[in-house]
């Protein structure tokens, strides 16, 4: 089962424009993850927010994280070709036990 | 430092045959997964284990998957008989169990055809 619902699951943006994902979770939770995935590859961890933080920025990404709403958004700013990925949120629970979503599909045009 | 390796990168099998996944996590890193990602979605775990223990295998299909981790270190995933429906990518990720949340480092993935 998937906890996290990404939106849009699919995305296309020209380079140099700023993509948001949003994320969706069901129960409460502890940390909630970013990571992508390029076409045939494994996932790539890209940033960590905890349940007790609202905001937290890593070169050109910035997540925010609204407990009450049980949500989350990944901006990726001035985007590149290179950002194409699929985008996914995990979020995680006690024990380490990680739930993943189904992800957001970037495509950012040269 | 060499990141979590799996083999084979790509397996064709014919239905009912048994297949075999290895993996090596990254060095030191105690916590092993085994993740099936269907096309288009999200991974969705098999097993955790913590050091040789599976500590969280209530996804595993046990009437055809198997996986052990006996020395604590590399892993394996077997199914037996494969059936059309287990075609997917199989992700192998470790992580270090030692900090208060739970970064994975992913390996490439297994992609699995069941003809």
């Known amino acids: 089962s998937q906890q996290g619902e990404e939106d849009p699951q699919a995305l296309s943006i020209q380079e140099g424009e700023n993509a948001t994902m949003n994320c969706s979770y069901k129960t409460s939770i502890n940390n909630l993850q970013w990571y992508r995935q390029n076409s045939g590859r494994g996932l790539v961890h890209l940033i960590l927010i905890r349940s007790n933080e609202r905001e937290k920025h890593s070169g050109r990404l910035r997540v925010t994280l609204d407990t009450s709403k049980k949500s989350s958004s990944l901006l990726i700013t001035a985007s590149r070709a290179a950002d194409t990925a699929s985008y996914f949120c995990?979020?995680?629970?006690?024990?380490?036990?990680?739930?993943f979503g189904a992800g957001t599909r970037l495509f950012v045009k040269a | 430092e060499a990141g979590v390796v799996q083999s084979p990168r790509y397996k064709i099998i014919e239905k009912k045959q048994p297949v075999a996944f290895w993996c090596n996590p990254i060095?030191?890193?105690?916590?092993l997964y085994w993740y099936r990602q269907n096309l288009g979605q999200g991974p969705e775990l098999l097993i955790r284990?913590?050091?040789?223990?599976?500590?969280?295998d209530s996804q595993l299909p046990k009437d055809r998957f198997s996986a052990e981790r006996l020395k604590g270190v590399d892993s394996t995933l077997k199914i037996q008989p494969a059936e059309l429906g287990d075609s997917a990518v199989y992700l192998c990720?470790?992580?270090?169990?030692?900090?208060?949340?739970?970064?994975?480092?992913f390996g490439p993935g297994t992609r699995l055809t069941v003809l």
């Open positions: 284990y913590e050091n040789e223990e599976a500590v969280d």
């Open positions: 060095s030191g890193h105690n916590t």
């Open positions: 990720a470790s992580s270090f169990s030692g900090t208060n949340y739970n970064e994975q480092f």
């Open positions: 995990a979020t995680g629970t006690g024990g380490f036990k990680t739930i």
